[in-house]
T-cell receptor, first 112, second 112 residues
Framework: QKEVEQDPGPLSVPEGAIVSLNCTYS??????FMWYRQYSRKGPELLMY????GNKEDGRFTAQVDKSSKYISLFIRDSQPSDSATYLC????????????FGTGTRLQVFP | EAQVTQNPRYLITVTGKKLTVTCSQN?????MSWYRQDPGLGLRQIYY???????DKGDVPEGYKVSRKEKRNFPLILESPSPNQTSLYFC???????????FGEGSRLTVL
């Protein structure tokens, strides 16, 4: 069993839709949770960062962590064609942040 | 402009022919790392370096070597490439204050 599971998609939605992207994990020691966005032919770039449980909002993006269920989510409101990319979740244990474990990524396509 | 620069971006080579993928950063980050990205497997860490002359194995180090003789450069060496090393490779640095990873644009390697 992989430590981090992520549905590869692709997920295709119309412009303006609310998008929900999710990851599950098996290691209860994970405390740092990140979402990276990767455009085609580019390297990943950090989108959101949360520590432990709870929600974090940044513009149209909300990251949510449910440690009891070992489940993290990224919500995108009012999705735009420019949001079309692959979204990677990543997580690490405390005192071991040099070892990030990545999900396989979910490919999102937002069509006009 | 803050950059992580990888070269070459694309390379086709043959089994057994030694090659080096260079990585250079201008952000003065101490931490650098190499990942490979494969469909269905996501990003997996090959090697990382906490500082000059300090390197350590990641999750998939077999068949690779690295060196860190100066802070800005972290080359990845394939002494005798094999077809199972065909992959998309990313170099990354990390901001020690925020933990954010900064990725290069990737090097697509094909070993025939």
């Amino acid at each position: 069993q992989k430590e981090v599971e992520q549905d590869p998609g692709p997920l295709s939605v119309p412009e303006g839709a609310i998008v929900s992207l999710n990851c599950t994990y098996s290691n209860s020691a994970f405390q740092y949770f990140m979402w990276y966005r990767q455009y085609s032919r580019k390297g990943p770039e950090l989108l959101m960062y949360t520590y432990s449980s709870g929600n974090k909002e940044d513009g149209r993006f909300t990251a949510q962590v449910d440690k009891s269920s070992k489940y993290i989510s990224l919500f995108i409101r009012d999705s735009q064609p420019s949001d079309s990319a692959t979204y990677l979740c990543a997580m690490s244990r405390p005192y071991n942040t040099d070892k990030l474990i990545f999900g396989t990524g979910t490919r999102l396509q937002v069509f006009p | 402009e803050a950059q992580v620069t990888q070269n070459p971006r694309y390379l086709i080579t043959v089994t057994g022919k030694k090659l080096t993928v260079t990585c250079s950063q201008n952000m003065n980050h101490e931490y650098m790392s190499w990942y490979r990205q494969d469909p269905g497997l996501g990003l997996r860490q090959i090697y990382y370096s906490m500082n000059v002359e300090v390197t350590d194995k990641g999750d998939v180090p077999e068949g690779y070597k690295v060196s860190r003789k100066e802070k800005r450069n972290f080359p990845l060496i394939l002494e005798s490439p094999s077809p199972n090393q065909t992959s998309l490779y990313f170099c990354a640095t990390r901001d020690s204050n925020t933990g954010e990873l900064f990725f290069g644009e990737g090097s697509r390697l094909t070993v025939l």
